[in-house]
């Protein structure tokens, strides 16, 4: 029996918590949807690279969406979390926008195959995919909004527009990164985008300043 086998039997006969299962087969499963996507991974494969039997992936998860589903709130929840962080941890606004870009980088570079699953999905036409991955969007642009309404004075509307167009070129940014293999050090790339998307945010004054509307 090799390593990978010692490794597997040891999975199958280890009983462990339900939540560390959970995580486990989620583990197993996202390494699976995103070497094969969606519709070529089966069950089958998921349950032997966590190493148990399908009777325990069932146990966890009803079906194949499901398990794809409960991996994308997980991922979703995170990065929106990321981005409202950004926006509660710092007073400048600059090193706001500089945040929101890194928690899209962040998200990319250290958890590539979760950026994958939630933005360049094979499964992203099926109503319940997209209602998670409009929601991660619109969770961000909330948490944006919100900050540029108290710091420029535009009506909601215009800032929910401002904070769409960030929102949107960090994800493209960052996918464009990624895809091109890192070619510009990470820091360096959120510098450039931070520096670009301020330009334009800052253009609008604080409340109460002349202009603001």
Known sequence: MDSVDEARAAGRSTRLP?????????????????????????????????????????????GKL???????????DAIVAAVRSAMDVADDNKDRVRGAVRAYFDFVDHESGAF?????????????VRER??????????????????????????????????????ETA??????????VPKEQAEALLAALAWRGIA???PQGEQGAR
């Open 133 to 170: 991955v409009d929601r991660v969007e619109a969770g961000c642009v909330a948490a944006i909004t919100d900050t540029i309404i108290g710091n420029t004075g535009v009506d909601r509307p215009r800032a929910e527009l401002l904070a769409s167009g960030l929102v949107g070129a960090a």
């Open 18 to 62: 339900r939540s560390a299962r959970r995580q486990q087969l989620l583990a197993a499963a996202q390494d699976v949807f995103v070497a094969q996507g969606y519709h070529a991974a089966a069950m089958d494969d998921i349950a032997e690279r966590a190493g148990v039997s399908k009777p325990v992936l069932y146990q966890h998860f009803p």
């Open 116 to 128: 994958r699953l939630v933005f360049d999905s094979d499964l992203r036409n099926d109503p319940a």
């Open 66 to 76: 499901d398990l794809y589903l409960a991996l994308l709130d997980t991922h979703c």
């Open 174 to 183: 960052a996918q464009f990164w990624l895809a091109g293999g890192r070619a």
């Open 203 to 205: 253009s609008f004054p």
